[in-house]
Every structure is written in structure tokens, then in C-alpha cells.
């Protein structure tokens, strides 16, 4: 059995964790944190987990999680995983940090957009950016995985097979990508109470947004362009549901260059042939956000414009699950040499 710990257990993704995990027939649980909830039983925070875990929350102590699991999550804020993070590369645990501060390869981008100093760049080499549909050989000899945003999931899924292709112009891309109100945490929020959420949709942060650089760094990487000469425009929306991400990208076509949709289809299906989690839709099939509502799975339609010279591409994955806590599971999985579906294989609620 792999021991793992889950520390910030009790924000969303971290009982996402929970929940895939108790039903991982390979994982034991044996480390959940919480500084609130210190002590108390788990399904007291989380009564839907009654009867399926018998944890209690401990308080975050780095040395008694490290020297226990065989595995850690981190499932924090940014900001504070570096000494998560350093331990666990020291006592040689795998760690698989959920959130943000080891998915930029420089120090100085990540600064730049999280206006915080990174306290070991020199872990920053090592950390593998785990998207496992394209990073999978590293993941396997990884000893850090940072997991990938919920929108650069979606928008990565979405471009990589056209990426270095010669067809379009990686650089220019444009994502317009929607968001249920479970991406921001579960935290106190007026941006996030019902009267601001429901019947409403509002972009946000737009030309600022901190997963704009994370997509640059790895389309840049996937069509050999330099990440500094990237001009991707990444317009974030907050949506009025609970779960979910619908990714639209719009690729401008290389001059001279006119693929037919059934070619461009042809080039994902094979990209992503033998991908148990990536569904590539039929011409005219677009993807919703309740196709992969609690599941690991991604959906993906497209089309080309031709009036336009412009491919469009569609993705829909659950942001807790494919984009936060199930993907983390599918690199634990890997990490551990188990099939990638241990435990995230089933299928989502549907309606
Ligand atoms: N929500 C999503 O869809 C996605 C989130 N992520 C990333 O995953 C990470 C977790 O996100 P999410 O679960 O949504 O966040 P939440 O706000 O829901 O949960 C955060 C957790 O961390 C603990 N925590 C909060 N503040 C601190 C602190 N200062 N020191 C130590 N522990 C703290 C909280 O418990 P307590 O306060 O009791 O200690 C809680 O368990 C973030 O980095 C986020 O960006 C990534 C992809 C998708
Ligand atoms: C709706 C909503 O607020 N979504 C969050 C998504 C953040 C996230 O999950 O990503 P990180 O792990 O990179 O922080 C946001 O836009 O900040």
C-alpha cells in the first residue's frame, strides 16, 4: 500500500483527494492537515465522508507527515510549499504539489506574477510540470510533480497536438475560458457569496491573469519558441455553477496553411491514441462541462474556420478533478508505476 498524506485537506481540492483516495485500492491514507479543524474527526468537516474515512485532522507538522507517508499532497494556498516540498526531497518522499509555486521553471516569471519571492529556485529545475498526456516519461522519474492549473489543463489539452506542427501560430493564441466557483477554494470570499455568483457571469482578471505565463511557458516549450516572445491572450470567466471548466481556443492558421477539420480531427486522435481520460469529439460535437462533472475525464471538440483561417478548440474537464485532484492522483499513479486509472477511471454524474 502506498502511504499518502494530504495536507489542506479540508479546502476543496483536498477533499476531492479525500474522496478519490479512500476508493484507491493501492492508497492508504494516513496524514490529513488542517490548522481549523485541528482534531477533529475529518467527516465532521465533511459529513458526506462519514463512514468512508476515520481520520482525524492534525495540525501541519512537517516532520511527523514527511517521516509517515510515502507520498504527500500539497494542497495549500501558494506561497508555502517550498518547505513542504524541501523535506520531502530530503527524506526522499514523492511529494505532488497542487498548487502553483513549482509549476514556473524561473523564479523570476514566478515573482513577477505571484509577488511573492520563491525561497528555493534551486528546486525549481527538478519539479516536473505534471500533465501526464505529455509529460509522462518525466513524471516517472520525478520526485516533485507540480500539477498544473485548472485552466492551463484545459488550455494545454486543448493546442498541444497542434504545437510545433507548422500550423498555426502557437504565439498568438487566444483562450476565452469559463469557470464554476469551486476554482477559487473554499474560502470567505464577496466575490464568491451567491448574490455575487448566482445568475451572473463576469470576466475577471483579464490581461493578468497568473495562469496566462503558465501556458506561455508550456506552449512555448511543446513548439520550441521562446516563452518571452509569447503574446498569448487568456481571458478568465467566472460562471454561475459549482464544478467545472469549458476552455475555447482560437489558433490562427500559418499562411499557405488550410487543413481540412477531418485532417486537424485525424491529428488528435492520434496525438492523444490509447488516452484513457481524452475523448476527441465528432465534427459539429461540442463538449459541456457537466459531460465531466466529479470524473478525471476531458472532452475535447474542434473545428476549422475556414472563412476565418482560424481552428477552434473546445475543452471541458472538471477544474477539481482532471484539472486539481484527480490529474494529481493520475501522477501519483505514475510516480508509483500503477495504471494511470487506479481509482479516477469512473465516469462522471450526468445531469
Ligand atoms: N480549486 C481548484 O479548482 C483548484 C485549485 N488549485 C490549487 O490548489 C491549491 C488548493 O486549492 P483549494 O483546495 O481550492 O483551496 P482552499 O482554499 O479550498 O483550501 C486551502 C487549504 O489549505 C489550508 N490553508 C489555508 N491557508 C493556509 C495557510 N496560510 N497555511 C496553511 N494552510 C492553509 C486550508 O485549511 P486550514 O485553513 O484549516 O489550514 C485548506 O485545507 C491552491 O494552490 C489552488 O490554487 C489548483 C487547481 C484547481
Ligand atoms: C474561479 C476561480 O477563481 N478560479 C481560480 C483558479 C485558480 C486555480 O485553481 O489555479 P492555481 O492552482 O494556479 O491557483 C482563479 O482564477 O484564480
Redesign the pocket.
Known sequence: MIRAAIVGATGYTGAELVRLLTRHREVELVGLTSRQYADQPYPNVYPHMSGQVDLACQTQDIDNITDTADVVFLALP?GLSVPWVAECVRKGKKVVDL??DFRLRRAAVYEQWYHVTHEAPELLAEAVYGLPELKREQIQKARIVANP???PTASLLSVAPLCGQGLIREDRLIIDAK?G?S??GRNANLALIYGEVNENVKAY?VAK???NPEIEQEVAERAGLDPDAMAITFT?H?MPMTRGILATVYADLKEGVRPSAEEVRDLYRQFYAGEPFIHIMDEGVWPQTKWSYGSNHAFIGLTVEARTGRIIITTAID?LVKGASGQAIQNMNILFGLPETTGIEAAGIYP
Open positions: 501558494h498548487g502553483a492549473g485548472c485552466y469557470s466557483a476554482g477559487a482578471n491573469h497568473r495562469h478568465p467566472l477544474n
